[in-house]
């Protein structure tokens, strides 16, 4: 539900005036609009004012405002094995039920009562549901096409089943829990010892 009034200047609220509530009247919105705060996760993001296109198509029906189409931004975040700048074209589909006033969870088809509402004004807020969209589709490990990556794939791709000799030399400091490793089951350390 919506609580408090909406300003009608805010880049992601938007006028449903000319709508009328006449069910299967649409009208088409595009627009670019500056991206809010905190658009992403803790490694990658959508950085506050950015550009953000919107595509969208807004629908009367019976129970409200039913908005639809495309978001689409650049998001900025680090590589999380070398930590330089990664960037990643975001683009997304947005749907969500906007009813009227005054409907039930029910009257509109939620199974839940989390139901976003048409404002005073004829106004609709759609950073919440942007605000979902996009984060659902950023990465929570974010890699950059570079170097470490190739590094990576060079490293998984030499290192074969029971080839030992890809593997670094063991620090001399470990040598006595390497002994431990190489023991056969039933060998006591000293047997190790013997051997060698």
Not at 30 to 42: E, S, Y
Not at 108 to 120: F, L, M, S, T
Request: hydrophobic share 30%; with cysteine.
């Amino acid at each position: 539900m919506h609580e408090g009034r909406l300003d009608p200047n805010a880049p992601l609220v938007l006028s449903t005036h000319e709508l009328g509530r006449r069910p299967g009247t649409m009208r088409t919105l595009r627009r670019t609009v500056p991206a809010p705060a905190d658009l992403g996760i803790a490694v990658i993001g959508v950085p506050e004012g950015s550009d953000l296109e919107l595509d969208l198509r807004l629908e009367a029906v019976m129970e409200g405002v039913l908005v639809s189409g495309t978001v689409r931004g650049r998001a900025v975040g680090e590589c999380v094995r070398c930590l330089t700048e990664v960037t990643e074209d975001v683009e997304v589909e947005v749907q969500e039920l906007f009813a009227y006033p005054g409907k039930t969870p029910a009257e509109v088809g939620e199974d839940d009562d989390e139901v976003r509402e048409v404002a005073p004004g004829e106004l609709i807020d759609l950073e919440p549901t942007v605000r979902d969209a996009v984060v659902l589709e950023l990465p929570f490990q974010p890699e950059c096409d570079g170097p470490c990556q190739q590094d990576y794939e060079i490293g998984v791709s030499e290192r074969t089943p029971g080839d030992e000799g890809t593997e670094e030399p063991a620090d001399p400091r470990w040598s006595a829990l390497q002994g431990l490793l190489e023991q056969q089951p039933g060998q006591t350390p000293s047997d190790t010892r013997e051997k060698s």
